[in-house]
């Protein structure tokens, strides 16, 4: 665990600091989050437009069999079978969405299909005297209608939002040669729903497309503010070594990156063929949440966090009174670290140290039998107690619940210098727990291989991120944090 003598000066905060919520970048939501979004809406909004309208209608109109096992069961049916029906149409597809007439054929064969499929079934099985009657005909003639209504409303709003340029795929071109100049060239002729921010060239070829244009560190900056959604790496590929660090370069950014398919050898592994302006391209980095990825996880850490607050707060007092009377200074301190981004952020943790009159910048992290660990200090950090004070961060929306565990800057910059990629953890919030420490990776880092192993479990949570996921890890955390291995 690192030290926190070093900062202990000018990192030591009041109880109620943590309540002050610093600044915090936020991006608009890209073309990726609304092709995302929209259609999953659609979804919803299809399977109860039509269960509710058939339980209303059929309430109101039917004098018989209305609120049975069988009117409900064929309700449901109906509405389930319909989403699926223009599921397998790619009725749900942002393009698809788009053309109205388009939609309104596929939701009136799809809803078509569905209904009479009820109606064979409740014939087969005997029951059609329990579901059938005058009221059916409406529930199919209304929910005929709010389909169409949907899709009405769905097909003008994306028509608007393609004129205010929300759903046009910003794409930037990076590379060193002729290869990037003759890719965006062909990238500006892609149509309307790709849009070229610039030619970003490390090279002497000074770019002439597109309206922005600069270096790799400017197209970071760019990517880092939320302006562009996918980077396209283009550059000759005789050397698959100057190919990776040119991929290194966006390790940490929250967009999607594409490479030729053609290149000899990478070292991140490719996660989708396809092309792109006639171009086949590979995948080589998403973006760890996408659609409603980032909001269900936002929720889930506030909604779990608060839950923890309250029942973890006769332990958080306990423990800030025997901090304070184990030894003299404050409760807490603060930590600085990386976040999401690459932005730099100050996590919060229960003192464990003696307090530095003179603290040293280069203090070493803590070992075992460290001096400068305090009685509870020690308990604390074996078991992790010491971290609970970052639930605030959580609050804050500087951390989450899981996620890659931020590491002291100092070692942050080290590794972003020995190991290819490391940066690319920085795509997803730090968690105060995480898929490497609950399989054994926490503590003090001696090699460089071990910070390896961690970066390998880390990007396998980002690639595999579900909820389900998370609160594998959160149960596995309560056993991995008293068995205090490797944490001193």
């Not at 100057?242 to 950014?253: M, P, Q, R």
């Not at 930590?335 to 530095?356: A, C, L, P, T």
Request: net charge positive; glycine share 10%.
């Amino acid at each position: 665990m690192p030290s926190d003598g070093s900062l202990m000066r000018r990192g030591t905060v009041g109880v109620f600091g943590v309540f002050r919520a610093a600044p915090f970048a936020s991006s608009p939501a890209s073309y990726v989050d609304l092709e995302t979004r929209l259609p999953g809406l659609l979804r919803v909004s299809d399977w109860f437009g039509i269960a509710i309208l058939g339980l209303t209608i059929g309430a109101l109109f039917s004098s018989r069999g209305t609120g049975s096992l069988t009117h409900s069961l064929g309700v449901v049916l109906g509405a389930t079978a319909t989403v699926n029906f223009l599921h397998l149409a790619h009725a749900y597809s942002m393009e698809s969405a788009a053309r109205l007439a388009v939609q309104l054929t596929k939701v009136a064969v799809a809803w078509t299909g569905a209904f009479f499929a009820v109606a064979l079934i409740t014939v087969v099985s005997g029951h059609s005297w329990e579901f059938w009657g005058g009221w059916t005909f409406l529930w199919f003639a209304g929910a005929l209608s709010f389909l169409a209504a949907t899709r009405y409303l769905a097909s003008g709003r994306i028509r608007r939002w393609r004129r205010e340029g929300r759903l046009v795929r910003r794409l930037a071109v990076f590379g060193a040669g002729r290869e990037a100049v003759d890719l965006a060239q062909r990238l500006r002729q892609g149509g309307e729903e790709a849009h070229l921010v610039g030619v970003f060239i490390d090279g002497d070829i000074a770019p002439t497309i597109g309206s922005v244009a600069g270096d790799g560190d400017c197209l970071v900056a760019l990517a880092d503010a939320g302006s562009v959604d996918e980077i396209v790496v283009a550059m000759p590929w005789r050397s698959p070594g100057a190919l990776n660090h040119a991929l290194s370069k966006f390790a940490a950014c929250q967009v999607e990156v594409r490479v030729d398919a053609g290149i000899p050898e990478i070292d991140y592994p490719p996660t989708e063929f396809s092309l792109l302006a006639g171009i086949p391209t590979l995948k080589v980095q998403r973006r760890p949440l996408t659609g409603w990825g980032a909001p269900l996880k936002r929720f889930e850490d506030l909604a779990l966090t608060l839950i923890l607050l309250v029942g973890l707060l006769p332990v958080l007092l306990i423990i800030a009174l025997l901090v304070k009377i184990d030894s003299r200074g404050p409760v807490l301190f603060r930590q600085e670290r990386y976040g999401v981004n690459n932005q730099r952020i100050w996590i919060f943790k229960f003192r464990s140290m003696h307090r530095d009159p003179d603290p040293d910048p280069d203090v070493p992290p803590a070992r075992r039998k460290d001096p400068r660990v305090t009685r509870v200090g020690g308990f604390l950090r074996r078991t992790s107690l010491d971290e609970l004070p970052q639930l605030f961060n959580v609050l804050r929306g500087e951390m989450s619940l899981v996620g890659p565990r931020p590491h002291a800057a100092v070692h942050n910059e080290k590794y972003a210098r020995l190991i290819e990629g490391y940066l690319g953890r920085h795509r997803m919030k730090p968690g105060i727990t995480g898929w490497a420490q609950v399989n054994g990776l926490r503590g003090a880092i001696g090699r460089i291989e071990e910070m390896k192993r961690r970066l390998e479990y880390d990007r396998y949570y980002m690639a595999n991120w579900s909820l389900l996921l998370d609160i594998k890890i959160l149960l596995m955390t309560i056993p991995a944090v008293f068995r205090g291995t490797n944490a001193y």
